[in-house]
């Protein structure tokens, strides 16, 4: 009869360890990881995939501290940029030339018969500029807030899309300065804002030192007003709500043409880049912006119910005796 089994192995196991000095021995000298670390690097790789894997299909509502720092710093930024390219009004009034023939050529341009007949109504034209230079500010503030508070999870999304359109504006801004129809040298436009001496407009007075006139291509009035449009039309729930963020963008489109502040065209260029903008988001988030959850799912997530220990202090001695 031959040893047990387990004998045999450990007698193995001996042999092989004093002819390969240990197996840590041999692994140190042929430089290998223990499989314990490697095991820990790769659940650590794991946790940090699921991780990401799990931010992109519910990302978690931002600290308001940092959201506005956010938004503060990069609307600086923003501004900096934008009135920092060099307004080249030779090169701004042929691009504006460029594009009223466009225009013509094609039987669209209407900019300037709108901008005529809606100056006849002196308080209308004075309105659309006060909305000109105001709401395009505090619609789209307002709306960041609401999504902030009633859609958190879909809120940093939402906001990467108005970020990268904001961004490829900037880049429009840069190689393509354009004078908008109020300012071209022979095009007939009346400039609303200075005839009727419009307050708060970055687009007359003192402003105009220290806002670059000539960035216009992009509307960026037609890109954020449709972003507000759109996020309204999706995630409001009342229909009379849903129908103002639909003609939200419609009457922005309306303002920009009749102050001559924009060709149509620029309005073009403005929903152009917030569809890159919500590809990009759909790049990222792996999801269209308002599919993603309402509320992050780490808020949704049951607690574990604790109670008292002293609750459960008698069945432990009761079940002593």
């Not at 004093?18 to 095991?39: E, I, L, V």
């Not at 687009?203 to 992009?218: I, R």
């Not at 509307?219 to 939200?248: D, E, K, N, P, Q």
Request: glycine content about 8%; hydrophobic content about 45%.
């Amino acid at each position: 009869m031959g040893e047990p089994t387990e004998i045999q192995q450990t007698g193995a196991e001996r042999a092989g360890a004093a002819h390969g000095g240990g197996s840590a021995a041999g692994q140190a000298a042929s430089g290998r990881m223990p499989d314990g670390a490697t095991r820990v690097a790769q659940s650590r790789s794991a946790a940090l995939r699921g991780r990401i894997r799990d931010q992109r299909r519910s990302p978690a509502r931002p600290r308001i501290w940092f959201e506005l720092a956010l938004i503060a710093i990069s609307y600086w930024v923003y501004s900096l940029v934008r009135n920092a390219v060099p307004e080249q009004e030779a090169i701004a009034q042929k691009h504006a030339s460029w594009i009223w023939d466009f225009e013509q050529s094609f039987g669209f341009a209407v900019e300037r018969s709108v901008n005529h007949a809606v100056d006849k109504a002196s308080w209308l034209i004075v309105g659309m500029n006060y909305y000109y230079a105001t709401l395009h500010f505090i619609v789209t503030i307002g709306v960041l807030v609401w999504l902030y508070r009633r859609h958190p999870g879909r809120y940093v999304a939402a906001r990467t899309v108005l970020f990268v359109t904001t961004g490829i504006a900037l880049v429009g801004f840069y190689f393509f300065p354009l004078a908008p129809p109020r300012l071209m040298t022979d095009g007939g436009f009346i400039d609303t804002l200075k005839v009727h001496n419009t307050w708060g407009s970055m687009a007359s007075g003192p402003a105009t030192h220290v806002s670059n006139q000539y960035a216009a291509m992009p509307s960026m009035h037609i890109g954020w007003s449709l972003w507000c449009g759109l996020t309204i039309f999706f995630l409001a729930r009342a229909a009379w709500v849903r129908a103002l963020g639909l003609l939200y963008p419609v009457a922005t489109l309306v303002v920009i043409v009749s102050t001559a502040n924009h060709f149509w065209m620029d309005a073009v260029g403005g929903v152009v880049c917030l569809s890159v903008g919500f590809l990009a988001a759909r790049l990222i988030y792996h999801v269209w912006v308002y599919r993603l959850p309402r509320i992050p799912a780490r808020e949704t997530a049951e607690e574990p119910i604790t109670v008292p220990e002293q609750w459960s202090a008698p069945a432990v001695s009761a079940g002593r005796r």
